[in-house]
């Protein structure tokens, strides 16, 4: 009879430190670690995870530091990279895997490509949902760099669709308060389908400084239906949940250490080119993380000995939205680019 192996859900201490953790597959399987990103969950990957696991990996994703079920800290200095990093490095060692491949969404993104950089000998491969290597880890002025100047002119938009980065360095605990203000409202307002009619439109997130913050200057989220493509109503009352008890100012931290990750990036050996195998996936409608057609992936281009990119017909919500799609994706270039760790059974 073939086991059992549905997520579950377990919790680890690291010194201090405390990671709630999802798992899926045999303990003996080869180990891929999903880290999500901001503002979300391990139960973020709650599609991804089964699949993984029935095909006899070892499927793991962590609530990242300061959400869910993990430890959260009063300070913006502890979401640094290098601690997040830190993270999934303990949690590796605790759970006894040496070497794994690294998959991480938004936020997850820079700690799976720095994990890659500054971790190659512990890494298989890597891969990123919708954030390329080399760009948010470096903070709002690469960002800038890369903008699509013809979709946001210098003299209208001059951070582009990054001015919400730049909102949280100045007024920080402004957005914290309108999004901690319901937190079931702003997760069903922000977490909906990709929009293709919104491609070639600038993102609405060049309007945070003249509307005075997020949902267009209100102090709350607008009351919409969620969006049944990306979530059921178990999972905005998760997140919901998880958000009214640990408040956003440990996810909007994740903004606020430019300095200090970028620095990190920079110390990664190779000079941070990384050798592995690596898998970008494009979400064709995620607006404000454009990577189809702008250049925003050309750092990570010219940092990745062999990369692999494909395109998903999704928004950002990635693998909430467009579940099967990532899956496939995922499981074809394992096996194609590290076909030996591919469980035998």
């Not at 997520?7 to 999802?22: A, C, K, P, S």
């Not at 079920?69 to 590796?92: F, M, P, R």
Request: charged share 20%; with cysteine; aromatic share 12%.
């Amino acid at each position: 009879m073939t086991p059992d192996y549905g997520t579950r859900g377990q919790t680890v201490d690291i010194g201090t430190h405390r990671i709630f953790y999802l798992q899926s597959g045999p303990d003996d399987g080869p180990a891929i670690l999903f880290l999500h990103g901001w503002p979300e969950l391990s139960r973020s990957w709650r599609h991804v995870l089964p699949c993984f696991g029935a095909l006899g990996f070892r499927a793991i994703a962590p609530d990242m530091r300061g959400y869910g079920g993990s430890s959260a800290y009063a300070d913006h200095a502890a979401y640094a990279q290098e601690k997040v990093v830190g993270d999934i490095i303990g949690l590796a060692d605790a759970l006894g895997i040496r070497k794994a491949v690294w998959v991480g969404h938004d936020w997850g993104s820079p700690t799976a490509w720095l994990l890659a950089a500054h971790h190659p000998g512990r890494t298989h491969a890597v891969a990123s949902l919708c954030i390329p290597y080399r760009t948010i880890e470096r903070g709002v002025d690469a960002l800038v760099d890369l903008v699509d100047r013809d979709l946001y002119p210098a003299d209208l938009y001059p951070w582009g669709q990054w001015a919400y980065q730049v909102f949280y360095h100045r007024q920080f605990g402004r957005a914290c308060d309108v999004l901690g203000a319901d937190p079931s409202a702003t997760i069903r307002a922000l977490m909906r389908r990709g929009n293709p009619d919104a491609l070639g439109k600038p993102s609405p997130h060049v309007q945070i400084f003249a509307n005075g913050g997020w949902f267009g200057g209100a102090d709350r989220a607008p009351d919409l239906p969620r969006d049944p493509a990306v979530l059921s109503e178990d999972d905005v009352a998760a997140y919901a949940e998880s958000l009214s008890r640990n408040g956003f100012f440990g996810p909007d931290s994740y903004y606020m250490n430019e300095a200090a990750n970028r620095a990190y990036a920079d110390r990664a050996p190779n000079g941070g080119v990384l050798d592995m195998p690596a898998l970008f996936i494009a979400g064709r409608y995620d607006i404000t993380c454009e990577s189809v057609l702008s250049r925003f992936g050309d750092p990570m281009r010219a940092h990745c000995r062999d990369l692999t990119e494909a395109v998903a017909d999704s928004g950002h919500w990635m693998a909430q939205e467009r579940p099967r799609e990532v899956n496939a994706i995922l499981a074809k270039w394992l096996a194609a680019k590290v076909p030996g760790i591919w469980p035998a059974g």
